[in-house]
């Protein structure tokens, strides 16, 4: 007998089928706030409980066990603390300032940009009968925008965009990894470095107005990043920006085209988009689940969790808790009061929110109001297998 039922639903959610629809299984996994899904993991599936683990000080975020192997970028006897977004406090918080401090100015004017950018690429099309939303525009934009604030010219945005695609799959538990994969993750990691080197190198001796040369330039030299520092936060920028958006941009435009009125409403009123990019955010979340290891006994509910358990933040399942949300299956812009766990919580709370949210703005409003009656070509559209950060692996939409 399985001595953990819940760990049939995390089975089957691990399971490539479930992409097109997981909300059967996170609904099951849900029925109970806290379920042990194997002997050291477990799954809390409550918009009350995942805020408020989010910002307990006792979970910690570093546990290489579950999210794949965090092979060694390759140091110089540098000791390999990885991403901020696995560091604790005090050293994730001092990471986090610099490249807040360097983020967001940048980031401030850069709408008129993106929206400039949305319309080059639908003006790319060219009239086309039909386009895939995915490769078209959901792709590229991110892609762009973040080479632009990088500084990295545009003819390397292919490079970007095969390095985004490799390093996000190392995110995925390893469960779901052949030897091949794994294997693959750590050369990725390697080609992702020797890559960066000579571009900071080159930002050093020719330092420009663009994110990286103002990494290099911060402040008290004392304080500055080091180079393993850098690169890996470059890394972390790539990869928490890249497919997460790609997954907001074609999730939101599958839940505008599966509800017509919707659509109509935001074509009506493009006021409506922040509203309908909060709503998809809650909807379909580009970030399914999170994980946190604990580092002390930790209560959730009635429940005790031992120290150095793993414990799954099932995001995508908070944001359908019916104690926290009025009819939380329906697609429903106007809904009131959406605070979504789509963007975490406490101190990992994403740093590219806003920039996420122009780019979701941007790209949804121009389907609503520059697409002549765009209509799904397949529906479910075909997923990546990715069960973290999931997304469709193209969307065709038929216009005109
Ligand atoms: C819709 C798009 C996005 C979603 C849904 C999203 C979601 C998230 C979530 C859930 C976390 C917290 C993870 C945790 O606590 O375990 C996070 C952290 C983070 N995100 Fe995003 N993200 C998005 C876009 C972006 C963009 C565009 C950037 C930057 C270019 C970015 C950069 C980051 C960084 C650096 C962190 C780590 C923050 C920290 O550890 O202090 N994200 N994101």
């Given at each position: 007998m399985n001595p953990y039922p819940a760990a049939l639903s995390y089975g089957r959610l691990l399971d490539p089928a479930q992409r097109p629809d997981p909300y059967p299984v996170f609904a099951e996994l849900s029925r109970e706030p806290v379920q042990r899904i194997d002997e050291h993991v477990w799954a809390v599936s409550g918009h009350a409980d995942i805020s408020r683990l989010l910002r307990d000080p006792r979970l910690s975020v570093q546990e290489p066990a579950v999210f794949g192997p965090d092979t060694p970028l390759g140091s110089d006897g540098e000791p390999f603390r990885g991403p901020f977004l696995r560091q604790d406090p005090p050293h994730h918080d001092t990471l986090r300032a610099r490249t807040m401090h360097q983020f967001v100015p940048r980031i401030l004017g850069l709408r008129p940009k993106i929206e400039a950018m949305v319309t080059e690429l639908l003006d790319g099309l060219d009239g086309a009968g039909e386009l895939d939303v995915v490769s078209a525009l959901a792709y590229p934009l991110p892609v762009a925008v973040i080479c632009e604030l990088l500084g990295v010219p545009r003819s390397e945005e292919p490079v970007f965009h095969d390095f985004a695609a490799r390093l996000t799959r190392a995110l995925d538990p390893q469960e779901s990894f052949t030897e091949e994969e794994l294997a693959d993750v750590a050369k990725t990691r390697e080609d992702w470095r020797a890559y960066l080197t000579p571009m900071i190198v080159?930002?050093?001796?020719?330092?420009?107005?663009?994110?990286?040369?103002?990494?290099?330039?911060?402040?008290?030299?004392?304080?500055?990043?080091?180079?393993?520092?850098?690169?890996t936060t470059l890394g972390l920028l790539l990869i928490a920006g890249h497919e997460t958006t790609v997954n907001l941009i074609a999730n939101g435009t599958l839940a505008l085209l599966r509800d017509p009125a919707a659509l109509a409403r935001l074509r009506a009123d493009p006021g409506l988009a922040p509203a309908v990019v909060e709503e998809v955010l809650r909807y379909d979340p580009p970030v399914q689940l999170t994980s946190r290891l604990t580092t002390a006994e930790v209560r959730i509910g009635d429940t005790t969790v031992p120290e150095g358990d793993h414990v799954l933040l099932l995001l995508a399942a908070g944001n359908r808790d019916p104690r926290r949300f009025a009819d939380p299956d329906r697609f429903w812009p106007e809904r009131p009061d959406n605070r979504h766990l789509a963007f975490g919580g406490g101190v990992h709370y994403c740093l590219g929110a806003a920039l996420a949210r122009m780019e979701g703005e941007a790209v949804l409003t121009a389907i609503a109001t520059q697409l002549a009656a765009p209509r799904l070509v397949a529906d479910p559209p075909p997923y990546r297998p990715n069960t973290i950060l999931r997304g469709p692996a193209e969307l065709r939409v038929a216009i005109g």
């Open positions: 080159r930002r050093l001796a020719e330092p420009g107005d663009d994110l990286v040369s103002g990494l290099l330039a911060d402040g008290d030299p004392a304080k500055r990043m080091t180079m393993l520092e850098l690169a």
